[in-house]
């Protein structure tokens, strides 16, 4: 443009309005670097927010103005502010959230079973029945020793305690496990609303051509957030606007309108919540069995699977003994001449009913014959041969063989969660990181930018200093 | 690939965190001695424990059994031992008192002894363990040996015997019922000592021969008994034994499969410690070369 300066033809008019344009010029790269600094300051200050992608100006070229000898360049403006995102990597990220979830959900709620199984520390009902059949020996060796007898009975009273104590626990955790539930589905609810209010937002600011970009990143962290709690998916449709759906393909979230998860308490299940679905009208439909992963699938497996399946397990062991003891008891005779007694309470069939009925030590029937044969043992060692014998509900195994397979399935459960779970967590963070080398902001490169464009601006800067020079030539003729 | 700021803090922290969790792990493993706590742990060794230690307190329940059996058979043995002792000097005095130097008197005179052998006979018959007779089968809530009219002595106790639980379905009796022993089944032995009383008594050379006799048949059925009992004890010796060894192997067992082995467990917190520091210390550097620090 100085050359235009010097120039004396006909487009001397036009040459001098140049000088302004070069203003123009200056001004619009001051703002652009402006513009750019400020997006890069953004970024910085957003080093560490979840969810967070990094944004990027793009920058184009004004339209030029024809002239001669030909168009004349008028500057710079910032087209559009972008997020860095790959969408791909996104779903695979919400889809990681969802299993982790799952996973991290129902290892925790098996982790607190574990201690059901003290058997390494002789606390389980393993232990129990080694100690219970132990005393039994003592009274079939010493069948007229009062003390003997009292230990045997102290023995089954803790056996059946140990019993008690594990139904307790299950049912405990399972009530537990149920207000987590309700806690999800709350939260399920509060993360739904938000992502509609969040739509709402990103149309009204796109409507105008704008890029939502922080709106969509929080909405994205709401959508995370929601995945780790159920399994969903979603489509976004042309203004921006997110459907979102769970289960199979119940809508939670459907532009600015949600669509709640409610816990209603199913009575054929003790009362724990069910997971349903309100479509507005109509009756809620049941989503429990069709909520494939998140939190709400590990905890709905661990209440209404793994427990249940362990308590009938339990039952199915405590009822047995239940069943032999008492029958074999029968047939014996007391100390006293007493025969035909029960030794557990026989309407105590489950873990958590089974209770030893019998309180008189000389009622226990070691005894095969009637009043005044205190040495004789034959039904103590018959009721001590329970031990070994193999029992049909429990597939042709004895007592402890059934009960290590309780501890081991238990056990084999448990152990594949957390595996699957810390497999998971590799995963995801991978991902993660993938996710990083797209969206997350790098510090280096952000100081990089921040010179470039500072750079930028002084250059700008001294383009108006260089302008207002050539004006001030311009006027110092005239003297 | 572009490296960004949350990807060095994120991959270093889960790094981190997974070290350190192996870490506890492995310093749990030394502080409780224990590999295998829970089921989780290991499924199908845990399993096993359950079994193993159930067939440990079997073994060990066995070995109880087996030292109250002993008990028992030990001084049943020794009962014997001192009734031969008894029979043999009631035989001695007898054969003394056959002699046709001996008088009428001095016949009744070796009576009087050998009535107080008779007596003894019964309180050796009677003989208690923890108030609890040897000799009555299972009827042990009486004295099995009565004395009554004259120096008849009835059998009170019964036939049965008990047994106990020794080894895998196998039992073994502890219990020589009375009327094996002294009641029968060759001979009557108290009736033996009081036929010699009255032989002794009544000074009839011919009865104490025929006592003599009958007395030989005595210390024959007591041998008999304590054949039986030697053989009690030596099932009992047997039955021990194996199961000391059973168990000892269970324990071994039981130990290799739980127990921490303190040689790995300190490789492995070692092993972590320096992939702990390791990576702390490159976190480090890798944020000290920031470009920040240049534009200072």
Redesign the interface.
Known sequence: MWHGCSDVSAERLDRRMGINSLVDIAKSALFTAQQAIAVTGHNIAN??TPGYS?QHVTMAENIPENGSPGQIGTGVHAESIRRSFDSFIEDQLLASRERAGEFTASSDA??RL??L?G????Q?I??G???F??AL??V??????LSARTVFLSKATALAGRFNQSAATLTAAQQSIDNQVGQTITDVNRLTSQIAGLNTKIADAESSGQQANDLRDERGVALADLAERIEISSIEDATGQLTVFAGRGHVLVDKERTYLLVGVPDLSNNGLLDVRYDAGAGPTTSLGPVIQSGRLKGLLDVRDQTIPSLRGSLDTLASELVTQVNLQHRLGFGLDGSTNQDFFAPTGTTASTIAVSLTNVRQIAA?S?AV??????ANA?AL??L??TDFVPFGNVTF??Y???I??????A??GV?RDLQAQ?ILH?QL??QR??????????E??NL?QYQRSFEAASRMIVVADEMFQSILSMKR | MRVSDQQLFGSTTGNLQRTKERIVHAQEQIASQQRIAKPSDDPSIFGQVILDKSALADNEQWIRNIQFGTARVAVADQTLGQTQNLISRVRELAVQARSDTTSAQGRVTIAQEVRQLHRQLIQLANTEVAGHPVFAGTKTDAPPFVLGAGDSVSYQGNSESQSIAVGPNQTTQIVLPGDQVFTGPTTNIFDDLSNVLVALETNNGAGIEVGIGNLDRAIGQISLAQGQIGAIANRLDTAYGTSLVVSAAIQQALSDQTDTDLATALTELQLQETAYQATSQTFTRLFDSSLLKFLR
């Open positions: 080093v560490n990094r098996l982790a574990e201690p199984f058997d390494a520390d002789n389980g393993g232990a029945l080694n100690e059949f132990g020996q003592d079939a060796t010493n069948p007229s020793d005894s014959t005044g044969v205190p040495g004789n043992n060692l001590a041969g031990r070994s402890q063989e009960y290590s397979t501890a081991g399935s238990f056990g084999s448990t152990q957390q967590e963070d993660t990181s990083g080398s797209i969206s997350g902001v790098s510090m280096d490169e100081l990089a010179l």
